[in-house]
């Protein structure tokens, strides 16, 4: 089983469409938790931390359910400029800060 | 703020030769900066972790006499790909881990380095 999965996709969605995506975690002790957003051939950037108590920007609202061991990520009226590939990150051991990343979830939002 | 820079951004080589790739945090600094490695249509894979002042920590299956890594200051990390080959070709990207206070664990990516070797 892998630490971190996401459901790869795609998901095709509509302008305007609400679509959610979860990942899964293996570790229980994960400490950190955060959504990156990566276009293609471009570096991943930092979308939102994923905190206990779930928290919104904007269209995007993130929330944790350290019980079931997911983050979920969803996005409210999707717009044509929200197409990437969504990748969720986890944070394992906070004294090494190092992140284990999801194979990412791929988003097409068409006209 | 939190900007990391990568150089060159795009490499081609033949076969045999060593390329160097450089990862620098231009407005903090960080005592750990990580190597990633991405081939098409998969996710990051964390190659090594990059401490300042003491050797690197690689990850399961990496080779480190093939890749060299120096994090010579709290700005500047070097990858060293040694006699690359075609299945080097790869997007190698680097992230640093800020020094901060409270510090959330987020890490900052460079723009990565398209390498393909011929």
């Known amino acids: 089983r892998k630490e971190v999965e996401q459901d790869p996709g795609p998901f095709n969605v509509p302008e305007g469409a609400t679509v959610a995506f979860n990942c899964t975690y293996s570790n229980s002790a994960s400490q950190s938790f955060f959504w990156y957003r990566q276009d293609c051939r471009k570096e991943p950037k930092l979308l939102m931390s994923v905190y206990s108590s779930g928290n919104e920007d904007g269209r995007f609202t993130a929330q944790l359910n350290r019980a079931s061991q997911y983050i979920s990520l969803l996005i409210r009226d999707s717009k044509l400029s929200d197409s990437a590939t969504y990748l969720c990150?986890?944070?394992?051991?906070?004294?090494?800060?190092?992140?284990?990343f999801g194979g990412g979830t791929r988003l097409m939002v068409k006209p | 703020g939190a900007v990391v820079s990568q150089h060159p951004s795009w490499v081609i080589c033949k076969s045999g030769t060593s390329v160097k790739i450089e990862c620098r945090s231009l407005?903090?600094?960080?005592?750990?900066m990580f190597w990633y490695r991405q081939f098409p249509k998969q996710s990051l894979m964390l190659m090594a972790t990059?401490?300042?002042?003491?050797?690197?920590?690689?990850e399961q299956g990496v080779e480190k006499d093939k890749f060299l890594i120096n994090h010579a200051s709290l700005t500047l990390s070097t990858l060293t790909v040694t006699s690359a080959h075609p299945e080097d070709s790869s997007f190698y990207i680097c992230?640093?881990?800020?020094?901060?206070?409270?510090?959330?664990?987020?890490?900052?990516f460079g723009p990565g380095t398209r390498l393909t070797v011929l």
């Open positions: 992230s640093a881990d800020p020094i901060l206070a409270g510090g959330g664990n987020e890490q900052f």
């Open positions: 990150a986890v944070n394992f051991n906070n004294a090494g800060n190092m992140l284990t």
């Open positions: 990059s401490n300042e002042g003491s050797k690197a920590t690689y």
């Open positions: 407005d903090f600094q960080a005592t750990t």
